[in-house]
Nanobody, 113 residues
Framework: AHFVEAGGGLVQPGGSLRLSCKAFGFTFSSADMGWYQQAPGKEREWVATIHSIGGRTYYKDSVKGRFTIYRDNAKNTLYLQMNILKPEDTGVYFC???????WGQGTQVTVSS
């Protein structure tokens, strides 16, 4: 099982990006999924979660109202829509199936003017 992530890049403060994470090798529709951020020089930390059943979502406080996690089970793909980006959102973003200990390869997001 593995993921293929895409969508990172360089964006100015206030801009938007959409990250994607395509899953292979497990039943994606049954998986609770998450996004994590590793900022420069810091530990990896949780950003958002979406449940498999009901699609309930959870966010860390600093991204509430700016980021949206969602999924397309028909495409086995997880997304993170990131709006009103701030410099502190800079980092490598990883998708994860925490229960199986699966991680994507990471995609770099840089917010800078």
């Amino acid at each position: 099982a593995h993921f293929v992530e895409a969508g990172g890049g360089l964006v100015q403060p206030g801009g938007s990006l959409r990250l994607s994470c395509k899953a292979f090798g497990f039943t994606f529709s049954s998986a609770d999924m998450g996004w994590y951020q590793q900022a420069p020089g810091k530990e990896r930390e949780w950003v958002a979660t979406i449940h498999s059943i009901g699609g309930r979502t959870y966010y860390k406080d600093s991204v509430k109202g700016r980021f949206t996690i969602y999924r397309d089970n028909a495409k086995n793909t997880l997304y993170l829509q990131m709006n009103i980006l701030k410099p502190e959102d800079t980092g490598v973003y990883f998708c994860s199936h925490p229960s199986l200990g699966l991680w994507g390869q990471g995609t770099q997001v840089t917010v800078s003017s």
